[in-house]
């Protein structure tokens, strides 16, 4: 049939043109190891992309990439295998090594420190925390502490209440004075003993309404009951809370002011799940703070709390830091870092030797003669660039520490190509 439009016919030539070049890519793509060996003892391939292969050199269709010589000999992957030592090892040209990057490191005894950085507050120590209370009912007639943030001393005052009530116990102590005076000169023994008694019930009636025994003393001097009694700080630090103004009315016990003692702070850290096991109540710490760069603190873990948070599934640790300078304030940010070394060395490699298959994990090994083997292991904890090995591997092996991906990549891909399966899982 003969197309009058030239331009459809120029179309429909074109579509079977980029038709057949499509197809003759996917071909070329998907053909199977067997079928390019027949052309000949060399297969090229693509490390990104192992399916990509082709009998004469060239670039992989999809990333660019050089493809990478491999030899095909005319027995099969399956007796290259055992010819190599074990099922899954893999032999490696010099070339193929360079161009997939290999690099090895052996085993090694090292002494572990399970160290890792974490973040923190500074808040106060609940230990050196007061409240300057009322011990008696009455009206605060002034308030030495001006505002939060004001330092005291310990015995310093703080503020003076009138209370009638302690005025008036007052009074009864200086007539119990007076009354014990009258009796030393009576004839009975007994009047004498019930006037020492009650000077002493209202000397203890007074200790409990707030007054030191200093303020007894000038009571009984002056021989005048006081119109105010003075609060004094039982503790040195910094105001924290100003409950209080003058002319207030305060009930007993009620609490004029909050004090801390900042010369020893808590920094609570922040301790993750599957670091629990590093941190311990006695263990030494570093701390470090913006507010002072290039400085370094020495806390100590003082308690570590029983109960894990559900959200974050972290722990939180409180760890006890001198601050003589007053140098750390409640509420800065913090880094800490904490070291536990081991007693014995244990057996490392680096992280990068690794590799997970999820069930299972394992390291190629160096075997000589350009050859590696898979060695399943047990992998402890790991540390920064190093992964500690419980089992599978003896000290001074070489391992693969680069590259192994690519070597894995390759022993999967040639047991594919013989019809096996991967028997790696088992080693």
């Not at 003969?2 to 070049?21: D, E, S, W």
């Not at 409240?131 to 007639?141: C, D, F, L, P």
């Not at 391992?399 to 690519?406: D, E, K, P, Q, S």
Request: charged share 20%.
């Amino acid at each position: 049939m003969k197309l009058r439009n030239p331009k459809l016919a120029l179309l429909v030539a074109l579509g079977f043109f980029a038709a057949a070049v499509i197809s003759g890519i996917v071909i070329w793509q998907y053909s199977s190891d067997e079928e390019l060996a027949e052309a000949g003892d060399t297969i090229y391939y693509c490390p990104m992309h192992p399916t990509i292969t082709s009998p004469v050199p060239g670039n992989c269709p999809i990333c660019g990439m050089n493809l990478i010589r491999r030899v095909n000999t005319d027995t099969s992957a399956a007796s290259s295998l055992a010819d190599a030592g074990s099922l899954g090892s893999i032999s490696m040209s010099p070339t193929q090594q360079v161009m997939a990057n290999v690099a090895t490191s052996p085993a090694e005894l090292t002494v572990w420190d399970q160290d890792f950085v974490t973040t923190g507050s500074i808040t106060y120590d609940e230990t050196l925390l007061a409240q300057v209370t009322s011990y008696t009912a009455g009206r605060i007639e002034k308030l030495f502490v001006q505002f939060t943030g004001d330092a005291v001393r310990r015995g310093q005052a703080v503020a003076q209440i009138y209370s009638p009530e302690l005025h008036s116990s007052q009074q009864e102590y200086l007539l119990a004075i007076a009354n014990r005076e009258r009796m030393r000169n009576a004839g009975f023994e007994g009047a004498r003993s019930a006037a020492d008694d009650l000077v002493e019930s209202s000397r203890r009636r007074l200790q409990l309404l707030g007054m030191t025994d200093r303020q007894l003393t000038e009571l009984e001097r002056g021989g005048k009951p006081f119109s105010t009694t003075t609060v004094y700080s039982p503790v040195s630090g910094i105001v924290t809370a100003r409950n209080a103004v003058p002319q207030q009315y305060v009930m007993a016990g009620e609490p004029l002011l909050e004090v801390a003692d900042l010369s020893t702070v808590w920094v609570e850290a922040d301790v993750y799940e599957k670091d629990l096991a590093k941190v311990a109540a006695g263990q030494s710490v570093l701390v470090t703070a913006p507010a002072y760069p290039g400085q370094t603190f020495t806390g100590t873990v003082a308690f570590v709390e029983p109960v894990l948070s559900g959200q974050s599934r972290s722990n939180r640790a409180r760890i006890q830091l001198a601050n003589p300078e007053l140098r750390f304030k409640p509420g800065m940010f913090v880094s800490v870092r904490l070291v536990q070394s081991t007693s014995e060395p244990v057996l490392t490699v680096p992280r990068t030797a690794i590799v997970d298959r999820g069930e299972n994990q394992f390291v190629w090994v160096a075997a000589g003669d350009s050859r590696y083997t898979p060695r399943q292991v047990t992998v402890g904890a790991t540390d920064g660039d190093r992964a500690q090995i419980l089992s599978g591997l003896e000290p001074g092996e070489v391992v693969v520490t680069a590259g192994g991906f690519l070597i894995d990549s390759e022993s999967q891909l040639r047991q594919m190509s013989a019809g096996g399966t991967d028997d790696t899982h088992n080693h």
